[in-house]
Nanobody
Framework: QVQLVESGGGLVQAGGSLRLSCTASGSIFSINAMGWYRQAPGKQRGLVATITSGGSTNYADSVKGRFTISRDNAKNTVYLQMNSLKPEDTAVYYC??????????????WGQGTQVTVSS
């Protein structure tokens, strides 16, 4: 099995910064795309940012210029640097990864989520 564990959420004032981390562990042969998604109360889960194993990135329009996704392949870890945070960024943030396992199949995995709250 594969586990994704997030950390770094919390409470911050508008204009502040937070850095989320997500580390994958378990029966990993290789990790393909990794990403962050978020879900605010009463809303569907949506894309924040993704990054391929080669480093190509994609961002939701709402976070472009403020958030930066990066990864450390040696540590099986993806990061989300969030700057200039706004109250509308308040949500549970979920890590996601496409993993090729040591059992020979590829599957999609989610972390448990970490709360980010931005006060005005």
């Amino acid at each position: 099995q594969v586990q994704l564990v997030e950390s770094g959420g919390g409470l911050v004032q508008a204009g502040g910064s937070l850095r989320l981390s997500c580390t994958a562990s378990g029966s990993i042969f290789s990790i393909n795309a990794m990403g962050w998604y978020r879900q605010a109360p009463g809303k569907q889960r949506g894309l924040v940012a993704t990054i391929t194993s080669g480093g190509s990135t994609n961002y939701a329009d709402s976070v472009k210029g403020r958030f930066t996704i990066s990864r450390d392949n040696a540590k099986n870890t993806v990061y989300l640097q969030m700057n200039s945070l706004k109250p509308e960024d308040t949500a549970v943030y979920y890590c996601n990864a496409w993993v090729s396992t040591t059992y020979g199949y590829k599957d999609n995995y989610w972390g448990q989520g970490t709360q980010v709250t931005v006060s005005s």
